[in-house]
Structures are given as structure tokens and as C-alpha cells.
């Protein structure tokens, strides 16, 4: 494509990343460019940190139904991820050496997977079926005496099916086995507690929330322990070294309360933006597929084959809207998605798959002219 970043584009691309809140943005702009201290600092401007990082944390413990102090604040989802997995490998290690996961996770989990695997770790990795979903009794097989952690991510970047995170972990941890997911997708978007997940620890994505790039968090039930991923100082409880990303802290303390003050209004508003999308493109091509759960999945996220058609050829021609040919982190032009592959979905309808992603920025006055040129880039690939 060769517009410009500052050309107006409709932005349907909310599970790559989302705008900054304006809300968001005006709960940072003090520390930006008056408040500045280390919170580590015992003077004013110390203390003023200090209580900054600590409003968030109990802004994201809010959210997440946590304690404060189980609230880890890291750079990003992938940080979360890696601390949860390493973490749990290293403390249980005495335990057994064995992990299960699903064969349709981020790469922020299953690479850090296949590392451990390198250091003498086995991964079992569910398979899903045509909706992308795991069952739970396929991973209650997988348990073995030697299982210490079962990571499985809530919803999927990619067809938005959401997976039967609670029972799995019931499954898990009747057997004392840890449980962790990956909620980058699903946080802000539908519910998402310690408690109505049942899992042991939570991640968190802070741009995937309306909140600044490089901020996330790990969120820990109460009594999980885990040996730092970083060595250093004891910030954050002695849990992350570091002094703290404070303008990104508070920028996501704030995404929280907003998202928990709003979050059902808002997944009424992405349903509806949503099924509108939906509903066009299938009545314009009734020989296209929607990928995912139809009813398991994120409110905000449709991801569609079309047949005879190249998804980067659809994009190329789609100069005034954003969306993706897959996940966004880690797409290719010509090789279908791993997703996809994991799902049986025939690759003439992976190659021709657009991800479409409204967010709380859609409006209603950009879906008819967002469907109208999906629908004229389609006909242009497939001819």
C-alpha cells in the first residue's frame, strides 16, 4: 500500500494493536511533562511516583478481580508470558518437566515453550477442531505425573474463538498443576477475572487495551510465587528489576478502570459493528467462510476466507483500510497461518483470509464505506 501514515484510513485493526484513549492519554500527559521523580525516591517527586504506580495497581487489580499485590507490571504481554512460563518451569522443575499447551498459542508462549524444550522441558500440544477450540478432555489426557503448568490462551489473536479456559483449568488444578492464559486478546474486550477464568496467572498487553505500547502485566493469584525473569534491585516486590515504566503504568492503570467501567456497553457496540461487517461480506460472496467459533468468540473480531482470492492482493488494493492477512506480528504473503493449518481450514480459503477488528474508535459511519471497498478488493483478486 502507498498511503501514508497521515492519509485517513478506517482503522479495522484492532487486534494488532489499538489507538491510544484520549482518556488515556490525558491521565499520562502530568508525568510526561511535570512529574518525573524515581518512585524509588523517598523526597515529593518520589512519593508522587510511588503513589501513581500504586493507584494503577489497584486500578488493574480491579479489573482482573486481584489482589494489588499480584499485579507484576512488565514491558508487554510477551514479558508476561515468558515470566509465567520460565517462572513456573524453574520453581516446579523439582516437580516434573512436563507443559501443556494448545497447538493455535502467540508466539509469545509457544516459543518460550520450545526453548524449555531445548533445556530438557516436553510440551504437549492440544490439537483443536474446526472452530478452533480445544475439547478439555484432550488436555486431561495430556496431564502426566510430570505436568507443572498448563498455559492456554483465552481468546485467539487471530479467529477470535474463545477456549473453555475455566474447565481446563478445574481439569489442572485438581491435580495441583499451575494454570496460566494469555488474556492480550480477550482483557477489555469480555470479562476477565482470576475467578471466572480459575487460572493461576493472567497476561496482560497494555496496547491491545487502549493503553500505551511497552506496559503489561502479570497478574498472579494469591499464593503463586514465582523466581523473577530479570535480576537486579527489588522493584516491583523484588518480582521485576528495574526502575518503573511510569508513564506506561499509569497510562494502563487508566485503560483498566475504563475498561471495567464499560466493558459491557462496549462488546454490544463491537458485536453490532461486527455482525454488520459480517453479514455484507457473506451476502456480497455467499461462497466465503468465517472462520472460529460462531458464538465462542471475541465481540470485535471476524476473520473470513475467500476463495480464488490473495489476502495481500485484498490488501493491496484496500489503500483506506487497515486489517490483516492473519496475525499482524507474524504474517506471511503466500504460507497459511499456523491457526488456520491447526483448524483444517482448506488452503485456498487460508490464503484468501482477512482478520477484521473493530474497536471502541469504530463508528457506525465507517462500516457501509469499509464494506464497500472489502468488497471491491475481493472481486479485484479474484478475477
Given at each position: 500500500?502507498?498511503?501514508?501514515?497521515?492519509?485517513?484510513?478506517?482503522?479495522?485493526?484492532?487486534?494488532?494493536?489499538?489507538?491510544?484513549?484520549?482518556?488515556?492519554?490525558?491521565?499520562?500527559?502530568?508525568?510526561?511533562?511535570?512529574?518525573?521523580?524515581?518512585?524509588?525516591?523517598?523526597?515529593?517527586?518520589?512519593?508522587?511516583?510511588?503513589?501513581?504506580?500504586?493507584?494503577?495497581?489497584?486500578?488493574?487489580?480491579?479489573?482482573?478481580?486481584?489482589?494489588?499485590?499480584?499485579?507484576?507490571?512488565?514491558?508487554?504481554?510477551?514479558?508476561?508470558?515468558?515470566?509465567?512460563?520460565?517462572?513456573?518451569?524453574?520453581?516446579?522443575?523439582?516437580?516434573?518437566?512436563?507443559?501443556?499447551?494448545?497447538?493455535?498459542?502467540?508466539?509469545a508462549v509457544n516459543a518460550v515453550c520450545h526453548h524449555l524444550e531445548s533445556l530438557g522441558f516436553t510440551t504437549s500440544y492440544v490439537p483443536v477442531d474446526r472452530m478452533g477450540r480445544v475439547d478439555p478432555e484432550a488436555v486431561a489426557k495430556a496431564l502426566t505425573e510430570e505436568t507443572i503448568l498448563?498455559?492456554?490462551?483465552?481468546?485467539?489473536?487471530?479467529?477470535?474463538?474463545?477456549?473453555?479456559?475455566?474447565?481446563?483449568?478445574?481439569?489442572?488444578?485438581?491435580?495441583?498443576?499451575?494454570?496460566?492464559?494469555?488474556?492480550?486478546?480477550?482483557?477489555?474486550?469480555?470479562?476477565?477475572?482470576?475467578?471466572?477464568?480459575?487460572?493461576?496467572?493472567?497476561?496482560?498487553?497494555?496496547?491491545?487495551?487502549?493503553?500505551?505500547?511497552?506496559?503489561?502485566?502479570?497478574?498472579?493469584?494469591?499464593?503463586?510465587?514465582?523466581?523473577?525473569?530479570?535480576?537486579?534491585?527489588?522493584?516491583?516486590?523484588?518480582?521485576?528489576?528495574?526502575?518503573?515504566?511510569?508513564?506506561?503504568?499509569?497510562?494502563?492503570?487508566?485503560?483498566?478502570?475504563?475498561?471495567?467501567?464499560?466493558?459491557?456497553?462496549?462488546?454490544?457496540?463491537?458485536?453490532?459493528?461486527?455482525?454488520?461487517?459480517?453479514?455484507?461480506?457473506?451476502?456480497?460472496?455467499?461462497?466465503?467462510?468465517?472462520?472460529?467459533?460462531?458464538?465462542n468468540r471475541l465481540p470485535n473480531t471476524l476473520s473470513i476466507g475467500f476463495p480464488g482470492a490473495a489476502a495481500w492482493e485484498i490488501m493491496d488494493n484496500l489503500p483506506g483500510v487497515a486489517v490483516s492477512a492473519g496475525a499482524a506480528c507474524h504474517d506471511g504473503k503466500t504460507v497459511g497461518s499456523?491457526?488456520?493449518?491447526?483448524?483444517?481450514?482448506?488452503?485456498?480459503?487460508?490464503?484468501?483470509?482477512?482478520?477484521?477488528?473493530?474497536?471502541?474508535?469504530?463508528?457506525?459511519?465507517?462500516?457501509?464505506?469499509?464494506?464497500?471497498?472489502?468488497?471491491?478488493?475481493?472481486?479485484?483478486?479474484?478475477?
Amino acid at each position: 500500500m502507498n498511503n501514508s501514515p497521515a492519509d485517513p484510513v478506517i482503522y479495522l485493526d484492532y487486534n494488532a494493536t489499538t489507538p491510544l484513549d484520549p482518556r488515556v492519554a490525558e491521565a499520562m500527559l502530568p508525568f510526561l511533562e511535570r512529574f518525573f521523580g524515581n518512585p524509588s525516591s523517598s523526597h515529593a517527586q518520589g512519593r508522587a511516583m510511588r503513589a501513581a504506580v500504586d493507584k494503577a495497581r489497584s486500578q488493574a487489580a480491579g479489573l482482573l478481580g486481584a489482589e494489588p499485590e499480584g499485579i507484576i507490571f512488565t514491558s508487554g504481554g510477551t514479558e508476561a508470558n515468558n515470566h509465567a512460563i520460565l517462572g513456573a518451569a524453574v520453581s516446579r522443575a523439582h516437580r516434573g518437566r512436563h507443559i501443556v499447551t494448545s497447538a493455535v498459542e502467540h508466539p509469545a508462549v509457544n516459543a518460550v515453550c520450545h526453548h524449555l524444550e531445548s533445556l530438557g522441558f516436553t510440551t504437549s500440544y492440544v490439537p483443536v477442531d474446526r472452530m478452533g477450540r480445544v475439547d478439555p478432555e484432550a488436555v486431561a489426557k495430556a496431564l502426566t505425573e510430570e505436568t507443572i503448568l498448563v498455559t492456554l490462551m483465552h481468546a485467539n489473536n487471530e479467529v477470535g474463538t474463545l477456549q473453555p479456559v475455566a474447565e481446563v483449568a478445574r481439569l489442572a488444578r485438581a491435580r495441583g498443576i499451575l494454570t496460566h492464559s494469555d488474556c492480550a486478546q480477550s482483557v477489555g474486550k469480555v470479562p476477565v477475572t482470576l475467578d471466572l477464568l480459575g487460572v493461576d496467572m493472567i497476561s496482560v498487553a497494555g496496547h491491545k487495551l487502549y493503553a500505551p505500547k511497552g506496559v503489561g502485566i502479570l497478574c498472579l493469584g494469591k499464593g503463586v510465587e514465582l523466581p523473577p525473569l530479570m535480576h537486579g534491585a527489588d522493584h516491583e516486590a523484588g518480582r521485576r528489576p528495574g526502575t518503573e515504566n511510569i508513564l506506561g503504568i499509569v497510562g494502563l492503570g487508566q485503560a483498566c478502570q475504563l475498561a471495567e467501567q464499560e466493558l459491557l456497553q462496549e462488546e454490544s457496540h463491537l458485536v453490532d459493528l461486527r455482525d454488520r461487517l459480517q453479514t455484507g461480506l457473506l451476502a456480497a460472496f455467499p461462497n466465503s467462510r468465517v472462520h472460529g467459533d460462531p458464538i465462542n468468540r471475541l465481540p470485535n473480531t471476524l476473520s473470513i476466507g475467500f476463495p480464488g482470492a490473495a489476502a495481500w492482493e485484498i490488501m493491496d488494493n484496500l489503500p483506506g483500510v487497515a486489517v490483516s492477512a492473519g496475525a499482524a506480528c507474524h504474517d506471511g504473503k503466500t504460507v497459511g497461518s499456523q491457526v488456520l493449518r491447526a483448524m483444517g481450514v482448506d488452503s485456498d480459503f487460508a490464503r484468501g483470509t482477512l482478520r477484521i477488528s473493530v474497536g471502541r474508535m469504530t463508528t457506525e459511519a465507517e462500516i457501509q464505506p469499509a464494506l464497500a471497498a472489502i468488497v471491491k478488493a475481493v472481486k479485484i483478486s479474484q478475477k
